[in-house]
């Protein structure tokens, strides 16, 4: 391709495994408005979950505080590259640019609102437990593990942030599927997570297609829980019975019309405690 006499370099939108940008190890890539987007492979998801895994313990033994501060900054980044991802929006054709700037602002602030809860979550969701005896019965929420999300089509921003940011708070370690109508932005944004202070692998970006993906995912015996949004019904009970091999935890919501997304029934503390497991603790009395 040429532009003024002189070649012009095509942009190629990578994925985003263990905190570096890389091509499908398959060397696979979909054309979308004449730039190449890398199309991830069973390889790639191997090696995200691999990278999760090992990035799990440390993102989740950082203090809740320091997690808070980490998702606030990676809000900072998505503020500074607000543009960006607007123009991303824009090129992919679902939206105006007013709409952009729109759902670019929604998604700051929904990553500004997850962030809020880090150090604030346990607080509410732990409880001290009534026993007969002379004991102390605590339950505490903690990170369920390696999380891997099917993000939404659209909108392609906020759907992306409202998946994984909820999943973040609590420790877990994330391997998300982008949307497969334009994932650039999701690209972008994974570009926001490298620049966040985020540890590599705590966080991993493909972009490829569900139908492929999806399987491979909820088929990972490293996988502890599998989120997906706007399946049709056939495939969330093949995604389900495949989980079900490891007792994965499956959450499988509709994906509603786009007005729906930007409404505070997604700023939800739910959703925070949907990818934690509850963890009992006795202690005799007076000691």
């Not at 607000?82 to 123009?87: H, R, S, T, V």
């Not at 909108?155 to 973040?168: I, S, Y």
């Not at 334009?182 to 139908?211: H, I, K, M, Q, Y």
């Amino acid at each position: 391709m040429k532009s003024n006499g002189r070649v012009a370099i095509r942009k190629m939108y990578k994925l985003y495994i263990n905190g570096a940008f890389a091509r499908s190890e398959s060397g696979r890539s979909d054309q979308i408005d004449g730039e190449n987007v890398a199309h991830a492979s069973r390889k790639d998801v191997r090696d995200a979950v691999v990278a999760a895994r090992a990035a799990h313990a440390k993102w989740a033994a950082q203090t809740p505080a320091l997690r808070g501060l980490v998702l606030y900054r990676l809000a900072e980044m998505m503020e500074a590259r607000k543009a960006e991802l607007a123009e991303q929006l824009v090129i992919g054709g679902t939206v105006k640019e007013a709409e952009a700037k729109r759902e670019v602002a929604a998604a700051i602030d929904r990553a500004v609102w997850y962030a809020g809860w880090c150090d604030k979550y346990l607080a509410l969701a732990s409880t001290r437990n009534p026993v007969a005896g002379p004991h102390f019965n605590f339950s505490t929420p903690e990170p369920t593990g390696v999380v891997a999300l099917l993000a939404p089509d659209e909108p392609a921003l906020l759907g992306l942030v409202t998946a994984v940011l909820p999943v973040l708070v609590s420790g877990n370690a994330v391997v998300v599927v982008a949307g497969e109508r334009d994932p650039r932005s999701a690209v972008v944004f994974a570009e926001c997570l490298a620049t966040s202070d985020l540890p590599g692998g705590a966080a991993n970006l493909l972009t490829g297609t569900r139908a492929e993906l999806g399987p491979v995912l909820a088929g990972h015996m490293d996988v502890n829980a599998l989120g997906a949004f706007g399946l049709d019904r056939e495939a969330e009970k093949r995604l389900g019975e495949l989980g079900a091999e490891n007792v994965k935890r499956t959450r499988f919501e509709d994906a509603p019309a786009r007005e729906a997304w930007f409404a505070g029934a997604y700023d939800d503390l739910e959703r925070v405690l949907a990818y934690t497991e509850l963890k009992t603790i006795w202690h005799p009395a007076g000691i």
